[in-house]
């Protein structure tokens, strides 16, 4: 496992597919039966609706927790592959292609998908504290993916996966 992803960053657990796949029926199944029960009567309906809205409220929450998952995915793949024990925000910035990751790094630690890292806001800059965050013993490079186009740093004559498309990338 990645020295910065916590555990709850790593599991996507199969009750929360089973808890998707179940919501998404009920919703389905409200919104097909909603025109019967609005002739039948207008309570019936607003009952539907209610009942539509919390089947959908999981669905919700659930894909939100596994974009965060994913996202945390992304910053630890760049952690573990930093040479340095810090890393800027505009240097983060550049390599995610998304602004603000200060806040964004904020909200995924404090959530708990991510771990071994200090926020330094005054200084711009990540530090990473995980025991084996300077790795100078490899030779890093970044490539372009072929199949996404973004860049990945990679260690030099390994094969690595794409963290954005998982495409096999060689150094």
Known sequence: MNNYLT??????????????VFCGLMVVAGICIIPQQFKLS???????????VAFSLPIVFIVLSFMKMNTAKKYAYIFSNNT????????????????NVDLELQKLVSKGYLKNIIVDLETDTVLLTAENANKAKKIYIEVKCKSCGNNATIVKGEKTKCPFCHRILMG
Request: proline share 0%; charged share 30%; no cysteine.
């Open 7 to 20: 555990t709850k960053s790593a599991i996507k657990s199969k009750i929360s597919i089973a808890i998707l």
């Open 42 to 52: 207008t309570k019936d309906g607003l009952m539907n609706l209610v009942l539509i």
């Open 84 to 99: 340095d024990t810090t890393i800027t925000f505009k240097e983060l910035s550049k390599r995610i292609h998304k602004d």
